[in-house]
T-cell receptor, first 110, second 113 residues
Framework: EDKVVQSPLSLVVHEGDTVTLNCSYE??????LLWYKQEKKAPTFLFML????IEKKSGRLSSILDKKELFSILNITATQTGDSAVYLC??????????FGTGTQLKVEL | DTAVSQTPKYLVTQMGNDKSIKCEQN?????MYWYKQDSKKFLKIMFS???????INETVPNRFSPKSPDKAHLNLHINSLELGDSAVYFC????????????FGPGTRLTVL
């Protein structure tokens, strides 16, 4: 069965800090790895990664995938209080299925 | 111009009742999903439909029955509600060429008393 493990489970930082969130996985049939941000309501899509070593970037957020070591990281630079959320890593396997990790709860304090 | 919408947003009901949650997407996507998010925020897929046909059915009790009248709608009917059904239920949809990039609805918080 596909498996996604995220670390740390929770994290508290100060505004301006840089954070790195980790996602490791086990999969039978890899299609993609996705990152979502969940504030109070629906998860919102951040990145989809399919190839190793190619960084995806959006503003202060970036992510990269290592398919050999089976992990991905999500970096957030110059954090702001609006970055406070649960960050979810999900594995896209066969059959249109997303398998989610338990998430990393990030809190950014002033 | 909401992309994926769900009704109701909140649902409070007694054990043993039957209830339905509706989902609609206006993105033109072919595939729709239902997820359950428990109190620990763990998000788990329940069902997936592609063009009104069931393609994923995880180990979900028979009391849960999805229905897709057309590819823009996927409703979830739950019979004989139990305390353990209390959770947030999310509907999602995806494009056939980018099926892993899923767009989520706002969620329905179900509380069973």
């Amino acid at each position: 069965e596909d498996k996604v493990v995220q670390s740390p489970l929770s994290l508290v930082v100060h505004e301006g800090d840089t954070v790195t969130l980790n996602c490791s996985y086990e999969v039978t049939n890899f299609r993609s790895l996705l990152w979502y941000k969940q504030e109070k309501k629906a998860p919102t899509f951040l990145f989809m990664l399919t190839s190793s070593g190619i960084e995806k970037k959006s503003g202060r957020l970036s992510s990269i995938l290592d398919k050999k070591e089976l992990f991905s990281i999500l970096n957030i630079t110059a954090t702001q209080t609006g970055d406070s959320a649960v960050y979810l890593c999900a594995l896209g396997g066969g059959g249109n299925k997303l398998t989610f990790g338990t998430g990393t709860q990030l809190k950014v304090e002033l | 111009d909401t992309a994926v919408s769900q009704t109701p947003k909140y649902l409070v009901t007694q054990m043993g009742n039957d209830k339905s949650i509706k989902c609609e997407q206006n993105l033109g996507h072919d595939t729709m999903y239902w997820y359950k998010q428990d109190s620990k925020k763990f998000l788990k897929i329940m069902f997936s439909y592609n063009n009104k046909e069931l393609i994923i059915n995880e180990t979900v009790p028979n009391r849960f029955s999805p229905k897709s009248p057309d590819k823009a709608h996927l409703n979830l009917h739950i019979n004989s509600l139990e305390l353990g059904d209390s959770a947030v239920y999310f509907c999602a949809s995806s494009h056939p060429d980018f099926y892993n990039e899923q767009f989520f609805g706002p969620g329905t918080r179900l509380t069973v008393l």
